[in-house]
Nanobody
Framework: QVQLVESGGGLVQAGGSLRLSCAAS????????MGWFRQAPGKEREFVAS????????YYPDSVKGRFTISRDNAKNTVYLQMNSLKPEDTALYYC??????????WGQGTQVTVSS
């Protein structure tokens, strides 16, 4: 069983930056692809970024491409999401997730990101 704990959220002005962290425990971190998702009030959960087990392959939707960067440190069992040029529409609860197969099996509790205009 993998436990995931996000941190680093907060309130930031539009155009600012935040770095989210997700610390994993209870499993072999390098066996999991990792992802970041977000959910704003009244909206469905949205994929934000993913990174392969080795850290070589990453994916982003167009909405964040060029502004967000996902990375991981397998020695520290941690995945990061660097968010730059933040916009009010990036306001959401951000979750990290882990998967060993096609579906994300494990989820954190989330960290709130609020971007003021």
């Amino acid at each position: 069983q993998v436990q995931l704990v996000e941190s680093g959220g907060g309130l930031v002005q539009a155009g600012g930056s935040l770095r989210l962290s997700c610390a994993a425990s209870g499993g072999t971190f390098s066996n999991y692809d990792m992802g970041w998702f977000r959910q704003a009030p009244g909206k469905e959960r949205e994929f934000v970024a993913s990174i392969s087990r080795s850290g070589i392959t990453t994916y982003y939707p167009d909405s964040v491409k060029g502004r967000f960067t996902i990375s991981r440190d397998n020695a520290k069992n941690t995945v990061y999401l660097q968010m730059n040029s933040l916009k009010p529409e990036d306001t959401a609860l951000y979750y990290c997730a882990a998967r060993s197969s096609s579906a994300y099996d494990y989820w954190g509790q989330g960290t709130q990101v609020t971007v003021s205009s």
